[in-house]
């Protein structure tokens, strides 16, 4: 069931230019008759002059709207200069009202470039479906054409230009919730490394559980990369690395370590690395992103820890990983566990918690009860201290950095960080990042 429509005349054929109210009549019409109660929520994009009056502009449309009463309070146009400025505020709309079904009614030479757009702007989350606005010779009749299946992909160039649009659109839009915020450790030497951990402001995410710095984009989710992209872009001018040798692990919550400069698997939680100017990440929305420097080999490391990678040992991995490929001492090695998800919200069924229990009955709290509490940084301390990682080169909640403590319980501060167990399945992310200065 479409939930929504949108009626594209941004770029009209100059001969259907002046017969603009005339191509919208109609095509209010036709959704009218085919649609039941309750309508759909009908969007009219058009182009905006530069200079032009919005306001002036839009009252051009009053008369092709006001009969149309079954849809008037479903009905919006939308002006911009640009074609993805009008998408991406759509979008909006469409997120506004958590609509994920949109016919797209739009001229027959506009259908390639739209699923551009659409590709770009949007994700898997979204259904759309074209039709073609097709008018007669005499300007006068408008008929809507069968769905339009996809043909020859456009050329490269203009593919090109269509996202140098969407990037410097997006590359104007004013960061939300405030600036962009590093989290540091003093255990790190900032002479040797450059890293830190991210937080949710000063990015241009604006659904509430992604906003606003998200840095992952899934199928799942509305965040679309395009977006997650312009947000580590401003990151990386924050921080300072190359967003160019930027590197993130590829997930599959179990123990793979990637070593840069050697065949990539597939997926893999921990990453680590020694060549210069090349940053490394985790990502963390609940699960720990856990950083490991050697100042002495000078090599570095990124890891995803969540629970489950926590019991299969992934941070110890990273660890062993480190002293096969660059010869490191383990006793060199510093650990910083990043943001995560306390003892104090997240449980787990009690199967799942006797697998901590065996590690140390310190890292469950309530243990007796269906679903007890799990400190999965208090396992990884001790999973790493057993590994012969030195208690004092590890930073967590139960060692306080005397400047700054960066291991807050995710869940517990919805104004700094994302939360999966918070949020739910739309939820935002964060990462750890961490490279070696030239």
């Keep these: 069931m479409v939930e929504a429509v949108l009626i594209d005349l941004f770029s009209l054929p100059p001969n259907l230019q002046n017969n603009i109210q005339g191509l919208l009549c109609n095509t209010l019409e036709t959704i009218e008759k085919c649609f039941s109660i309750p309508a759909p929520f009908v969007y009219v994009m058009c182009r905006q002059r530069q200079g032009s009056e919005r306001n002036g502009e839009e009252e051009s449309f009053l008369p092709a709207l006001s009969d149309f009463q079954s849809l008037k309070k479903r009905l919006e146009v939308v002006r911009s200069l640009t074609t993805a400025a009008a998408l991406y505020t759509i979008k909006q709309r469409l997120d506004e009202k958590d609509l994920s079904i949109i016919k797209v009614i739009l001229p027959t030479l506009r259908k390639d470039l739209m699923k551009v757009y659409v590709d770009h702007l949007f994700t898997a989350v979204y259904q759309f479906e074209f039709e073609d606005l097709q008018v007669a010779s005499d300007g006068e009749n ?11 992909a456009l050329p490269t160039q203009d593919v090109a230009l269509i996202r140098s649009e969407i990037q410097m659109y997006l590359e104007s839009l004013p960061s939300l919730k405030g600036e962009l915020t590093i989290l540091r450790s003093s255990l790190i030497p900032d002479d040797i ?8 402001m ?3 995410s604006y659904i509430p ?3 606003s710095c998200n840095l992952f984009s899934s199928s799942k989710r509305r965040d679309p990369q395009v977006v997650v992209k312009e947000n580590l872009r401003r990151l990386a001018n924050a921080a300072g690395f190359n967003l160019e040798t930027f590197h993130r692990v590829k997930i599959d919550h179990a123990n793979a370590v990637c070593v840069m400069g050697k065949t990539e698997p597939d997926s893999y939680d921990g990453i680590v690395t020694n060549q210069k100017g090349v940053t ?3 990502p ?5 992103p856990v950083l490991f420097a050697d100042p002495v080999r000078k090599a570095c490391g990124a890891a995803h820890s969540g629970w489950k990678g926590t019991l299969l040992g992934v941070s110890m991995a990273t660890v062993n990983a480190m002293v096969s ?4 001492n383990v006793k060199d090695i510093l650990v910083v566990l990043g943001p995560s998800v306390g003892p104090c919200c997240y449980k787990l069924p009690h199967e799942s918690a006797k697998e901590f229990h065996r590690i140390d009955p310190t890292c469950v709290r309530q243990f007796d009860s269906a679903s007890p509490y799990i400190d999965i940084r208090r396992a990884t301390r001790i999973l790493l201290e057993s590994g012969g990682i030195l208690p004092e080169n590890i930073q967590d909640d139960s060692v ?4 700054q403590n960066i291991t807050f319980c995710t869940a517990c501060h919805p104004d700094r960080f994302f939360s999966h167990f918070r949020d739910g399945s739309n939820f935002g992310t964060q990462i750890g990042f961490i490279s070696i200065k030239d």
């Design 209 to 211: 559980t992604l906003s």
């Design 202 to 204: 000063g990015g241009i």
């Design 280 to 282: 490394i990440a985790a």
């Design 142 to 152: 408008l008929q809507i054409a069968e769905p339009w299946s996809e043909g020859q």
């Design 193 to 200: 490394f450059l890293h830190g951990f991210t937080t949710r």
């Design 284 to 288: 963390g929305a609940d699960c720990i």
């Design 400 to 403: 306080t950095d005397q400047n």
């Design 325 to 328: 490929a660059y010869g490191c």
